[in-house]
Nanobody, 116 residues
Framework: QVQLVESGGGLVQPGGSLRLSCVVP?????????MGWYHEALGEDRELVAA???????TYAASVQGRFTISKDTSTMTIYLQMNSLKPEDTGVYYC?????????WGRGTQVTVSS
């Protein structure tokens, strides 16, 4: 099965930080693929929060701009999401996503809870 594996979620206080990791199978880890992180709050739609652009840069949802940073390590085929200054509204399940050759690939998600 071609499936992503996310990790790094957990419970953190407001203002804290977490770093999420996503191991991508080599068969779909390509510079031609779309790669990004989605956030899904309870009862809400899955929202793209960070992604690599076609031009090689990055893009972020307004809600996380300046707080989250997406990066990747091509040697280990891993995508990261550094989350700083976390807020309660950041709570939810985070999914790594890869889109390649017309197919969407997801992991099972990792739970992030921001609470005092």
């Amino acid at each position: 099965q071609v499936q992503l594996v996310e990790s790094g979620g957990g419970l953190v206080q407001p203002g804290g930080s977490l770093r999420l990791s996503c191991v991508v199978p080599g068969s779909i880890f390509s510079r031609h693929a779309f790669m990004g992180w989605y956030h899904e709050a309870l009862g809400e739609d899955r929202e793209l929060v960070a992604a690599f652009t076609r031009g090689g840069g990055t893009t972020y949802a307004a809600s996380v701009q300046g707080r989250f940073t997406i990066s990747k390590d091509t040697s280990t085929m891993t995508i990261y999401l550094q989350m700083n200054s976390l807020k309660p509204e950041d709570t939810g399940v985070y999914y790594c996503n890869v889109q390649y050759w017309g197919s969407f690939y997801w992991g099972r998600g990792t739970q992030v809870t921001v609470s005092s």
